[in-house]
């Protein structure tokens, strides 16, 4: 059974900094690109950041880029998403998301996780 | 970069009732690469469609995708009281940056 576990998420001043992280089982993580996707209080869905099965290709979402930074970890499953320089608008539930391609220049997102809240306020 | 443009925005119906969801795109979609979630309130969304027709795995036949170029419509046929959610669609026939739309709210009457 394919999981997506996140963490890592929480209160945080602007300004500030915060490391989340994706847990991934039930499948083998080297083949699939993995995706952050938020959603503030209320919205719609923002795709934010992708990261190829390799780790050789990141992208980013105009609003976060230069501020967060996504990475990936195979011998621990995981992929990570930096975020710096929170501002107000950063606030969301950020979900981690297994990438497919099927021969697309995209992704679709075929599994997500529950979310991890991040609350910026001071 | 290519705009989605959900409507109607909130879609008011009944179990048993037809829901007809549209989803415009600004230019046309590469190779009809795009997908449709569904979000209920509390939860994480759930992939329903991909390449525009075709349902994901465990997804009821009720579901189901259809359009090309730049106009696709999600059709539910007949409305089950589990299906009264968000439904999104999703475009990924560009690199990215990834888009979505904003969503149609589908709730009971």
């Known amino acids: 059974e394919v999981q997506l576990l996140e963490s890592g998420g929480g209160s945080v001043q602007p300004g500030g900094s915060l490391r989340l992280s994706c847990a991934a089982s039930?499948?083998?993580?080297?083949?699939?690109?993995m995706n952050w996707v938020r959603q503030a209080p209320g919205k719609g869905l923002e795709w934010v950041s992708g990261i190829s099965s390799t780790g050789d290709n990141t992208y980013y979402a105009d609003s976060v880029k230069g501020r967060f930074t996504i990475s990936r970890d195979s011998s621990r499953k995981t992929v990570y998403l930096q975020l710096s320089s929170l501002r107000a608008d950063d606030t969301a539930v950020y979900y981690c998301a297994r990438g497919r391609r099927l021969g697309a220049p995209g992704y679709f997102f075929d599994y997500w996780g529950q979310g991890t809240l991040v609350t910026v306020s001071s | 970069e290519i705009v989605l443009t959900q409507s109607p925005g909130t879609l008011s119906l009944s179990p048993g009732e037809r829901a007809t969801l549209s989803c415009r795109a600004s230019q046309s979609v590469s190779s009809n690469y795009l997908a449709w979630y569904q979000q209920k309130p509390g939860q994480a969304p759930r992939l329903l469609i991909y390449v525009a027709s075709t349902r994901a795995t465990g997804i009821p036949d009720r579901f189901s995708g259809s359009g090309s170029g730049t106009d696709f419509t999600l059709t539910i046929s007949r409305l089950e009281p589990e299906d009264f959610a968000v439904y999104y669609c999703q475009l990924y026939g560009t690199s990215p940056p990834l888009t979505f739309g904003r969503g149609t709210k589908v709730e009971i009457k």
């Open positions: 039930g499948f083998t993580f080297t083949t699939f690109a």
